[in-house]
């Protein structure tokens, strides 16, 4: 009987410890994959971004250059300026490397064919002026498609959102919006009579435009800043905000609205708001880019931690086992030793005092 009972002891022990390290593995291994499949995602999330934000870095000199390209040819430059031929192989070259992986490479194709009829391009000034016009349009929507196959208008940080829409939607569209603003000024002075009215519309259209932009890019770097763990994004920005903010206040002044625009004024102001927009762009930029490292190695370091638990478990796992096979082993030894002691007894019952050593049987007394 002592034997039966302790052997079933020990086969209970021992899918009692089999039955626990499923329950303990199976959890354990679930819990692993789907804290290592969100990394995963969150990673390559991150790293989507960071390629957008090198994208955009070469972004910003375009628009600018388109910006001199336009003013250039309605005064009668045919010639493209070496600045937009150096912002065009620069975007080409990005687009070259990220496209693929940003889905732009289709948008930026077009958008350098349309640049590239810019250059000889003859016709009156309307004309010249809404062929820049379809190529600022076509760039502003490049913009749009790389914030948005990059992911950065989907992201859940504050500081990193209101960032990316101040560098892809409210400073290029200043800098377009600054740029017409001023060329219609010149176009307008120097218009004949029956094209002044539908002028002076656009050009109002455009100081509201400006205004506009201005507006949503000032709020949108005040709530950036409120709500940013960075400790210089509020120091770097605040010099290049004010020289923007002067240039905006002296374009206003040279447009006059609603009497005589001052052309000197606006250009001046032109120069002053792009150069501090250019500024501030790669102010920012380096202000995402910084804030999507750490965030990388925040996740590579969560990454590293989960691994380091797994295998901590693993080896507590095996420890546990190793030490409940120790145990079993001990039992099989003592329970085979208990075998013994019962089968001894049993050959000599009680009463019996051992013929084979001189004793007489209880019987024979």
């Known amino acids: 009987m002592s034997v039966s009972v302790n052997s079933r002891r020990s086969r209970l022990r021992s899918s009692l410890a089999v039955v626990l390290t499923v329950l303990v593995v199976l959890p354990t291994a679930v819990l692993f994959l789907r804290v290592l499949n969100e990394n995963t995602t969150q990673r390559d999330d991150t790293a989507l971004k960071q390629k957008g934000i090198e994208y955009l870095v070469e972004m910003a000199p375009l628009i600018s250059a388109l910006a001199e390209s336009q003013s250039s040819a309605l005064q009668g430059v045919t010639d493209e300026p070496a600045s937009l031929t150096a912002a065009v192989a620069r975007v080409q070259g990005v687009d070259e490397k990220l496209g ?147 240039g905006v206040e002296a374009a206003n002044r040279g447009a006059n609205l609603g009497g005589t625009p001052d052309v000197s004024i606006l250009v001046t102001a032109q120069s002053t708001l792009t150069n501090a927009l250019k500024a501030l762009a790669t102010v920012l930029l380096k202000e995402m880019s910084t804030l999507l490292d750490e965030r990388a190695d925040d996740l590579a370091y969560r990454r590293a931690e989960a691994w380091v638990l797994l295998v901590v478990a693993i080896v507590l796992l095996i420890v546990a086992a190793f030490w409940n096979s120790v145990r079993t082993a001990r039992g099989s030894r003592a329970t085979a030793a208990d075998s013994r002691d019962v089968s001894v007894q049993g050959d000599n019952p009680p009463g019996f005092a051992g013929g084979g050593f001189g004793g007489t049987p209880a019987w024979e007394r």
């Open 100 to 246: 693929g992986d940003l889905d732009t490479t289709s948008r930026w194709s077009g958008l350098k064919e349309k640049i590239g009829r810019l250059t000889g391009l003859s016709g009156t000034a309307e004309e010249i002026y809404e062929a820049h016009l379809e190529v600022g349009d076509l760039a502003l929507e490049l913009y749009t498609e790389i914030r948005e196959n990059a992911k950065l208008n989907q992201d859940a940080q504050s500081d990193i959102w209101y960032l990316q829409e101040t560098v892809t939607a409210d400073m290029p569209e200043a800098v377009t919006h600054v740029s017409r603003m001023g060329d219609l000024a010149n176009m307008l002075a120097a218009a004949k009579s029956q094209q002044r009215a539908q002028l002076a519309v656009e050009f109002g259209a455009e100081i509201i435009a400006v205004q506009e932009s201005v507006s949503e890019l000032t709020d949108h770097l005040q709530a950036a800043a409120e709500d940013t763990e960075s400790s210089t994004l509020a120091s770097n920005t605040v010099n290049n905000l004010d020289s923007f903010r002067r």
